[in-house]
């Protein structure tokens, strides 16, 4: 059963309620009262009327405009208004504030009912519109919102997937379903930028032959991407150009990377005569854009993995073992030379920590080392006999790489060479010792004249400089064997002043000026002292043996971040700069050094060799003829350097 209709009478009048609820209510109407504005705005909260009449003047308000503000409010609430006499100026006021009419009086039940009847009837009528306008109007805002979320979702799906030939014959299909079209195509820029080459589409099999690309000088598409710009064509146009197959509507939206133009996305209506809209194109042009993007991601990814596959197989295939490591030690990448050499098998190493992965002492040995101090090489000797030589090397953004180099056929020609250089040297010493002893007993069985003194003097410089070498030697092969294991706390200032007294004679006899600095407090060295004295009498000995007479040198010594510096300098002939990286080779001297300068070519190797079996670094700066610098770069003992700080 249908509710009544309810009347809202806002009335201040008593007289008049009588008539209008006798009427209405016979009439099948329900009625509510209100007598001035808080109740008539307490009763439209509480209730929802169909009709509303109130009265030309509410209790002292104008009726015109508290129904002004109710329509403000409700613009489609019916209100007619009660009004005090027949003046037309009072209904064309009614009018423009919006009100369906005038109720004038004198009255009568059938008239009243008849005028209301006739606005609910206007009221209906007005609300049937209304409701079918927004229906209309809804609905294009759903369809184009639907448009829109489906062209979302395409765009996620395109720009995932990351196989070219997958996202081309994606975007085609979409833009089909996107637009509902018939058929569909994309066409990609060659190299040259003189084609469209056919890469994708629903229409291909029904081309001419010879449709695989099309010239872009002459042809719709070619329009396209030289204006950059959509191009939409109906049915009449079409017959106006032409075109490699039968189409009733078109259009071309180009593929745009930045500000390049990379292709055109086009769609075609074959059977049916509908032009595409705006809208479509609109559609279609972000659908584009979206390819463009995923063709761009595509190709970068099909770069990419081919780099990644030439640097998998390049890893895979070499002798050297590689670690990579992430900043945490964890693995990111091992090749199978590692896998061989530690017998892994084909476990899955990626994102294990490395010393769970690879369990072996010397490995555990290099990381703990690595965390003290920036050891860059450490030997790992494996079970079968084999030794790697392991190369850590930080990489800034992604952690560290160890690289693994099999060296057991170094080691061993360097034991050979050892044993032959121990043996040799050894059997030298004898016969050298012998020589000399004879040379100087010469003298004694008889005088010599002055040419047989030449001789043996030249008997005793040969003898004297093959026996230093011969020393040299062995220091050499001694420091490189390790066999000075033994290490205390060493002060490095007492070592070079004790070695700068022992050369006072010589730097006195060429009148050479020395400049010295040493702090009164440097740190300890953890070292062989008889080492570090070799040292420092190598270095020192050869700025004085290579600066001129009236000369200067200069040994300075220095602490910093947890380091001992010493830097020794000459102005002697310097170091030619080609020949800079080979001064610390055994048995290298410079092509420049002065004639007649005694030396072995080994006091800079046995330096080096010293230096890196105290951890630390060595280097030469040089300029021809103005002199050399040598600085070293110890790391100080921790004991020593708490209490130095």
């Known amino acids: 059963m249908t509710?009544?209709?309810?009347?809202?009478?806002?009335?201040?009048?008593?007289?008049?309620?009588?008539?209008?609820?006798?009427?209405?209510?016979?009439?099948?109407?329900?009625?509510?009262?209100a007598q001035d504005a808080r109740s008539l705005d307490k009763a439209l909260m509480g209730s929802t009327p169909s009709l509303v009449v109130?009265?030309?003047?509410?209790?002292?308000?104008?009726?015109?405009?508290?129904?002004?503000?109710?329509?403000?409010?409700f613009p489609t609430l019916p209100i007619l208004l009660l009004a005090s006499n027949g003046n037309p100026r009072i209904y064309e006021q009614a009018m423009?504030?919006?009100?369906?009419?005038?109720l004038v009086p004198p009255l009568t039940s059938d008239a009243l009912v008849a005028k209301i009847q006739k606005s609910l009837a206007r009221a209906v009528r007005t609300g049937d519109w209304v409701r079918r306008e927004v229906k209309r109007t809804t609905a294009s805002l759903e369809e184009r919102v639907d448009a829109l979320e489906r062209l979302l979702k395409l765009g996620r799906d395109i720009t995932s997937l990351l196989e070219l030939s997958q996202v081309l014959q994606n975007v085609v299909s979409d833009a089909v379903t996107l637009t509902r079209a018939d058929e569909g195509c994309l066409l990609l820029l060659s190299e040259d930028g003189r084609e469209l080459q056919n890469r994708a589409g629903r229409i291909f099999e029904r081309l001419p032959s010879g449709w695989e690309s099309l010239p872009v000088e002459g042809s719709l598409a070619g329009q396209v991407v030289t204006s950059g710009a959509p191009l939409a064509l109906n049915e009449s146009n079409l017959k106006q150009v032409d075109t490699a197959f039968f189409v009733k509507a078109l259009v071309y939206?180009?593929?745009?990377?930045?500000?390049?133009?990379i292709g055109v996305l086009g769609v075609f209506n074959s059977q049916r005569s509908q032009a595409f809209t705006d809208q479509h194109t609109r559609l279609l042009s972000i659908l584009a854009d979206y390819a463009a993007i995923a063709i761009e991601n595509a190709r970068l990814y099909t770069i990419s993995e081919a780099e990644r596959q030439k640097f998998a197989a390049v890893f895979a295939n070499i002798d050297s073992g590689v670690i990579l490591l992430d900043r945490r030690s964890r693995i990111l990448f091992v090749n199978q030379s590692v896998c061989q050499a530690f017998k892994l098998g084909d476990q899955e190493l990626d994102g294990r920590f490395l010393l769970d992965a690879i369990q072996h002492p010397d490995m555990n040995s290099l990381y703990e080392r690595v965390k003290q101090n920036p050891l860059k090489y450490h030997e790992i000797n494996l079970d079968d006999g084999q030794t790697l030589n392991a190369q850590y090397t930080p990489i800034p953004g992604i952690g560290s790489a160890i690289t693994l180099q099999d060296i057991t056929h170094l080691k061993e020609l360097d034991r050979l060479k050892n044993d032959f250089v121990h043996t040799v040297s050894h059997d030298l010493r004898s016969p050298l010792t012998a020589v000399l002893g004879y040379a100087e007993l010469l003298e004694r069985v008889g005088p010599l004249?002055?040419?047989?003194?030449?001789?043996?003097?030249?008997?005793?410089?040969?003898?004297?400089?093959?026996?230093?070498?011969?020393?040299?030697?062995?220091?050499?092969?001694?420091i490189e064997a390790g066999f000075d294991a033994r290490k205390e706390d060493v002060q490095l200032e007492e070592i070079v002043k004790q070695s700068l007294e022992n050369l006072r004679g010589i730097l006195t006899g060429k009148h050479i000026r020395l400049e010295v600095s040493l702090p009164e407090r440097v740190p300890a060295l953890r070292g062989s002292r008889i080492r570090l004295r070799q040292m420092v009498d190598n270095l020192i000995g050869n700025a004085v043996k290579y600066t001129p007479e009236g000369g200067q040198v200069s040994v300075r010594l220095s602490a910093e971040e947890g380091l001992v510096i010493l830097q020794v300098v000459d102005n002697g002939p310097g170091i030619p700069?080609?020949?800079q990286p080979h001064i610390f080779d055994k048995f290298y001297r410079a092509s420049n050094v002065p004639s007649g300068t005694p030396g072995t070519g080994l006091g800079l190797a046995i330096v080096k060799s010293i230096v890196e079996n105290?951890?630390?670094?060595?280097?030469?700066?040089?300029?021809?003829?103005?002199?050399s610098t040598f600085t070293v770069m110890l790391p100080a003992s921790a004991p020593s350097l708490e209490s130095y700080i």
Do not use: M
Request: hydrophobic share 40%; aromatic share 6%.
């Open 253 to 261: 939206v180009p593929l745009r990377l930045q500000t390049n133009v």
């Open 449 to 478: 004249n002055d040419q047989q003194r030449d001789f043996v003097k030249h008997i005793q410089s040969g003898v004297i400089n093959i026996t230093s070498l011969v020393n040299d030697l062995l220091d050499l092969s001694r």
């Open 577 to 579: 700069k080609s020949e």
């Open 614 to 627: 105290h951890q630390g670094r060595i280097w030469v700066s040089s300029t021809l003829g103005e002199g």
């Open 54 to 73: 109130i009265n030309e003047t509410l209790d002292g308000e104008s009726g015109l405009a508290i129904s002004g503000n109710l329509l403000n409010r």
């Open 3 to 33: 509710k009544p209709d309810l009347i809202l009478l806002a009335l201040d009048d008593p007289a008049v309620w009588p008539l209008f609820d006798h009427a209405l209510q016979h009439a099948g109407f329900n009625v509510a009262l």
């Open 96 to 102: 423009n504030y919006g009100l369906y009419g005038c």
